[in-house]
């Protein structure tokens, strides 16, 4: 009976405490959702990113900074436009982005649209920052002189080569169950074993050989160091372009491996994926403690590669089977 009363006694006790828990989680989850989707970070970089940015968005940005020549960013306007949503993107209008364009034409600061701009500039330029600017790019002219076509644009382009076909759908955050229970921190791109993959962005080798999760990968850091792009379950055999190696520098649009379906295996080498694909992953680095550790903060790249779609790059087939671009490509103006 004694016992039966203080059991009772407890179970009223934790009845509580759970309800408090409860309670206290809504509540941090409400303070969460209130501060306009921010995670308000505590220390000195961003530890939290959620790019959901819809293509049409960052298509019209682009275009508006393109046809201005950069006077205005398109990072300025879409995170104006950031702070006027909340960070809430289902609330997107092209009205909103072309009315907060034409303020910041006659003169107005992207930065007074919110509080948060800081935020959203810091968080949306470390994803696109290097993907917009001077390039150059070699063309035969009219009479077959080589020549150096300088434009001001999109300078990155889709892991796709260009007239390879592939599928694709939102599939970020999807659950995956080879090994142990983890959520797709990438994006797949369904299409034939062998389709030239190239590199979304310039940057250096830092990492290339063999995962059991992602089978032959390469890994790609930006100039800038803000991004860390990850290519996954190259081709059995032949996974990367002839002679790609760690440290080496590539160039957006340089072909750096083939499509297969490696990986899902602690042995080297070996296909265990169905479907071929090109698992692509876009981590972003605030802080260099961030870097493969516990606290990585990988992006949706769905909107992203739904607008490079239309900016792939062109290559040629060599006898040996080797592909490599078409047009000699550099950044910058000169
Ligand atoms: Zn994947």
Not at 131 to 158: I, M, P, S
Not at 192 to 214: D, R
Not at 300 to 322: F, I, W
Request: hydrophobic share 40%; aromatic share 12%; net charge negative.
């Amino acid at each position: 009976m004694v016992f039966r009363s203080v059991s009772r006694n407890a179970g009223r006790r934790w009845l509580l405490l759970t309800a408090l828990a409860a309670a206290i989680g809504l509540l941090i989850f409400a303070g969460h959702r209130m501060s306009e989707n921010v995670a308000v970070p505590t220390g000195d970089y961003i530890r939290y990113v959620e790019f959901d940015v819809p293509a049409t968005a960052l298509q019209r940005a682009l275009d508006v900074d393109v046809r201005t020549e950069g006077e205005i960013d398109w990072v300025d306007l879409l995170s104006a436009l950031a702070c006027r949503y909340g960070g809430d993107w289902s609330r997107y209008q092209a009205t909103d982005l072309d009315a907060i364009a034409a303020e910041m034409e006659g003169g107005q600061s992207a930065a007074e649209n919110g509080k948060y701009f800081s935020y959203y500039r810091e968080a949306y330029g470390a994803v696109l920052d290097g993907l917009l600017g001077d390039f150059c790019e070699q063309r035969t002219d009219d009479v077959g002189n080589t020549v150096w076509q300088h434009q001001y644009g999109l300078k990155a382009f889709c892991p796709i080569a260009k007239g390879f076909a592939y599928t694709e759908s939102d599939d970020f955050g999807a659950s995956r169950s080879y090994g142990y229970k983890r959520r797709h921190l990438g994006h797949d791109m369904m299409g034939l074993t062998g389709t030239p993959i190239v590199a979304v962005e310039s940057g250096t080798v830092v990492m290339l050989g063999w995962n059991q999760y992602g089978g032959w990968r390469v890994g790609i850091r930006s100039s800038d160091g803000r991004r860390y792009w990850y290519y996954a379950h190259l081709r059995q055999d032949r996974p990367y372009a002839a002679g790609l190696a760690e440290g080496q520098q590539v160039t957006a649009g340089d072909v750096i491996g083939y499509m297969g379906r490696t990986g899902y295996s602690a042995e080297e080498n070996v296909s265990n994926i169905v479907t071929p694909h090109l698992h692509i992953g876009l981590e972003l680095i605030f802080d260099e403690s961030q870097f493969e550790s516990d606290n990585e903060i990988w992006v949706n790249l769905y909107p992203l590669m739904q607008l490079l779609a239309k900016h792939s790059c062109e290559t040629v087939r060599a006898e040996d089977g080797e592909y490599t671009r078409k047009y000699a490509f550099k950044e910058g103006i000169g």
